[in-house]
């Protein structure tokens, strides 16, 4: 059964709109983040999310908000979509949010923007 | 700006024959070190955990940590096919949070 779920695996939108990509997992872990890969870029952190409490956020842009309403839930709003949002998103979670600790991920979704 | 650089870009080898993948960092103060495989379309599976310098195993894959050299290495002992996949490098650097900073990749091909 898989740990962590994101949901849809594909996403289509289009210029302007607004999306939210769902994360849940089923570890019992107390961090969860966020990642961006694109065709571009290499894998990189967005947000860190420790005890539903925001620990760190990399992203320069207000349009991606992350939303904790679970302990195990951290979604991630994305508004005013441009093309260049097209990418693969992968949620992540661990133990705790120290140094040492693995981070497992979930499948990503694929967000393509019109 | 914490940087990982990984080498090469593409690997092709015979099944069989071990494959090197390698990985350098900006840091010398980084103590956590990942090797991810992401086959296509698919989330990142962990392959080894290094923390400090020598080597740490993992059935067929072995990491290679040289702190001084700024530098840790992957090896696959007999690849196979299946193992064909992209290779992510992670580093965690001592800044205070937790974030991996991850490499651009070596795609693998293992050809029978």
């Known amino acids: 059964d898989p740990k962590i779920i994101q949901k849809p695996k594909y996403l289509v939108a289009v210029t302007g709109s607004e999306k939210i990509l769902i994360c849940e997992q089923y570890?019992?872990?107390?961090?969860m983040y966020w990642y961006r890969q694109s065709a571009k870029k290499p894998l990189e952190f967005m947000f860190s999310?420790?005890?539903?409490?925001?620990?760190d956020n990399q992203t320069a842009s207000s349009r991606f908000q992350p939303q904790s309403s679970k302990k195990n839930h951290l979604d991630l709003q994305i508004t005013a979509l441009k093309p260049d949002d097209s990418a693969t998103y992968f949620c992540?979670?661990?133990?705790?949010?120290?140094?040492?600790?693995?981070?497992?991920f979930g499948p990503g979704t694929r967000l393509t923007v019109l | 700006q914490q940087k990982v650089q990984q080498s090469p870009e593409s690997l092709t080898v015979s099944e069989g024959a071990m494959a090197s993948l390698n990985c350098t960092f900006s840091?010398?103060?980084?103590?956590?070190f990942r090797w991810y495989r992401q086959h296509s379309a698919k989330g990142l599976e962990v392959l080894v955990s290094?923390?400090?310098?020598g080597e740490k195993e993992e059935g067929r894959f072995t990491a290679h940590l040289n702190r001084a050299n700024l530098h840790v290495s992957l090896h696959i002992r007999e690849p196979q096919p299946s193992d064909s996949a992209v290779y992510l490098c992670?580093?965690?650097?001592?800044?205070?949070?937790?974030?991996?900073?991850f490499g651009a990749g070596t795609r693998l091909k293992v050809i029978a």
């Open positions: 992670a580093v965690s650097f001592n800044t205070g949070n937790y974030k991996y900073v």
């Open positions: 840091d010398g103060t980084s103590n956590n």
């Open positions: 290094i923390f400090s310098d």
């Open positions: 999310y420790s005890y539903q409490k925001l620990m």
């Open positions: 992540a979670s661990s133990q705790e949010s120290d140094f040492y600790a693995e981070q497992f």
């Open positions: 570890l019992g872990h107390n961090a």
